[in-house]
T-cell receptor
Framework: NAGVMQNPRHLVRRRGQEARLRCSPM?????VYWYRQLPEEGLKFMVY????????ESGMPKERFSAEFPKEGPSILRIQQVVRGDSAAYFC?????????FGSGTRLTVV | EDKVVQSPLSLVVHEGDTVTLNCSYE??????LLWYKQEKKAPTFLFML????IEKKSGRLSSILDKKELFSILNITATQTGDSAIYLC?????????????FGQGTTLQVKP
């Protein structure tokens, strides 16, 4: 069981480009959560997905951010037209009947 | 608004010391409180607490929850340099079955040799 896999580990984008972050949950887990961690801050909830459904996106900015968890393949967090303020660590967690396992995160740097 | 507050924000101790980390919360529909240790990568799970007054223990780490006063503490005895990390407290909101976690800011612990 490889745990929650996130890639890439590090991503550098220029302002205005798109960033795509991927998360493969643990085997058997059907719930995926995305969190963002800004420097010197705790993790902030962004979005909760089940297969093919967004359940709660209350923490996700309304513009430029989107997330999906297709029937096949990993969950994707997509940030369009990135700005410097998007630089952060993005963590994915998966769960099944409670108990959350986090991936190692993707560190996004916008230059 | 749901809120989790940790204190202190940072702490420097020497090996062998005992530390107590605090976490207080205000959550509309409490389900559980979790402690995580974060080094340079993924937060790793330490404890999940759901009932008041029952201490959970793992080696030199222990934690307890007080649901009346709305707080939890994480104790680390005989600290080692390997305990240096950010310790995150999170509360699970059980509303709407979303199960999302509300995190505190974290306590950065540095253990000096």
């Amino acid at each position: 069981n490889a745990g929650v896999m996130q890639n890439p580990r590090h991503l550098v984008r220029r302002r205005g480009q798109e960033a795509r972050l991927r998360c493969s949950p643990m085997k058997g887990h059907s719930h995926v959560y995305w969190y963002r961690q800004l420097p010197e801050e705790g993790l902030k909830f962004m979005v909760y997905l089940q297969k093919e459904n967004i359940i709660d996106e209350s923490g996700m900015p309304k513009e430029r951010f989107s997330a999906e968890f297709p029937k096949e393949g990993p969950s994707i967090l997509r940030i369009q037209q990135v700005v410097r303020g998007d630089s952060a660590a993005y963590f994915c967690a998966s769960s099944r009947l409670g108990g959350y396992t986090f991936g190692s995160g993707t560190r996004l740097t916008v230059v | 608004e749901d809120k989790v507050v940790q204190s202190p924000l940072s702490l420097v101790v020497h090996e062998g010391d005992t530390v107590t980390l605090n976490c207080s919360y205000e959550v509309t529909n409490f389900r559980s409180l979790l402690w995580y240790k974060q080094e340079k990568k993924a937060p790793t799970f330490l404890f999940m607490l759901t009932s008041s007054g029952i201490e959970k223990k793992s080696g030199r780490l222990s934690s307890i929850l007080d649901k009346k006063e709305l707080f939890s503490i994480l104790n680390i005895t005989a600290t080692q340099t390997g305990d240096s990390a950010i310790y995150l407290c999170a509360v699970e909101n059980g509303s709407s079955n979303t199960g999302k976690l509300i995190f505190g800011q974290g306590t950065t612990l540095q253990v000096k040799p």
